[in-house]
């Protein structure tokens, strides 16, 4: 929310679903490795807003 927050802001409109999708895909956090239960854990990356909103800020420039 606060990236679409940010961008809508910022460019003045939404970011598009899949557009978002990739972005979180792009700049999350990968998944590590469960020590206890001794396998990967996976089910997508960890949204990391900040370096979400980063690449934005970069790639509008």
Not at 44 to 54: D, F, H, M, Q, T
């Amino acid at each position: 929310m606060a990236i679409q927050s940010w961008y809508k802001q910022y460019i003045g409109e939404v970011i598009k679903p899949k557009d978002m999708r990739s972005l979180l895909i792009e700049t999350g956090t990968p998944q590590g490795y469960n020590q206890t239960s001794n396998k990967w854990i996976n089910i997508g990356p960890l949204p990391n807003v900040r370096r979400a909103i980063s690449t934005l800020q970069r790639r509008l420039q």
